[in-house]
């Protein structure tokens, strides 16, 4: 008889060590998330149901037991394959510099940012190591044996699932006009901003703009804005502002606008969001003004194939 997931819920958090990681806990019949992009690696395993997402112009399905892989900076969505089931999943969000140690001790030379096979993954013993860690670093598991199960979990992704290096990136660099363009967006991330004055601000007409911007970044211009928007949201919410404040700072209309994008990227409503964070650390989620955050927002979306 198939699991069925029946509740929409989700907790997030970041532990403490090993630094430079957080993890969530999800399940979600009727919640789906918008295209978006991570400043980190995102690995989980699907216990219940089955998860889809969208990932470089094609769907892809991850039932039970199946591993979900994303590189950063790549643009996806997510959401249960059916509604009927729901999906329950548990998720990994290794910053780029934590998965770049362990790689070049695994390795034994100069770290590196290795890039995996994505989005979905059928090997069951990576979906126990996984599994098992998500388990250790969200109970009380001595941090030794946490490290030795991070260490095994990265091992394995080397070894058996690894597709390249993501420096090594033989596609053109992200055009002037849509450097520029995002520049200016982020100049003005409370503002409204409509797209013929973005267009006009590149001397591009609005179409040719708008299908220049989507090629190179994986977003649409004004699902770009609200992604940088949210990225300054969860900035702002780590500085300890309140929740109504850093709506107004950052173009939406009230708290309950913000609650509703925010848990479309992120998996869960802000007040949830600040519950799980450790100002000691920094956020694999506050990629704001970070050389991480720069290539999470900048990376140019692959094209299918």
């Known amino acids: 008889m198939s699991q069925r ?145 991070f260490d095994r979990t990265i091992r394995h992704l080397v070894t058996g699932h690894m597709a390249g290096v993501l420096d090594e990136d033989p596609r053109d660099p992200c055009p002037r006009p849509v450097t520029v363009a995002k520049a200016y967006l982020c100049a003005r991330i409370a503002e409204p901003v409509r797209l013929t004055a973005l267009a006009a601000h590149v001397a591009l007409s609005p179409f040719y703009f708008s299908r220049l911007f989507k090629k190179h970044t994986g977003m649409a211009p004004y699902v770009w804005l609200e992604h940088a928007r949210i990225v300054r949201a969860a900035g702002l919410l780590r500085l300890g502002r309140r929740v109504s404040e850093v709506a107004q700072l950052t173009g939406f209309s009230d708290q309950a ?33 970070e050389p991480a955050a720069r290539m999470a927002l900048d990376r140019r979306h692959a094209p299918a194939g």
């Open 5 to 149: 997931c029946v509740h929409d819920r989700a907790e997030y958090r970041e532990v403490a060590d090993p630094g430079g990681l957080a993890v969530l806990s999800a399940n979600f019949r009727d919640h789906s998330f918008v295209p978006h992009c991570h400043a980190t690696y995102v690995l989980g395993v699907v216990d219940a149901g089955e998860g889809a997402t969208t990932y470089q112009g094609r769907r892809h399905v991850a039932p039970t037991g199946a591993v979900m892989l994303i590189n950063p900076g790549e643009v996806h969505t997510g959401a249960p394959a059916s509604v009927e089931r729901g999906w329950r999943y548990r998720m990994l969000y290794p910053s780029i510099a934590l998965v770049e140690r362990h790689v070049g001790a695994i390795c034994g030379k100069e770290a590196f940012r290795p890039r995996f096979r994505a989005p979905v993954i059928h090997d069951a013993l990576l979906a126990t190591l996984v599994s098992d860690l998500h388990s250790a670093l969200t109970s009380p598991t001595p941090v030794r044996s946490q490290h030795k199960l």
């Open 257 to 289: 606008h913000l609650t509703r994008r925010f848990k479309r990227v992120v998996g869960v409503p802000p007040g949830a969001f600040v519950r799980g964070l450790r100002r000691d650390l920094p956020s694999p989620l506050h990629p704001e003004l």
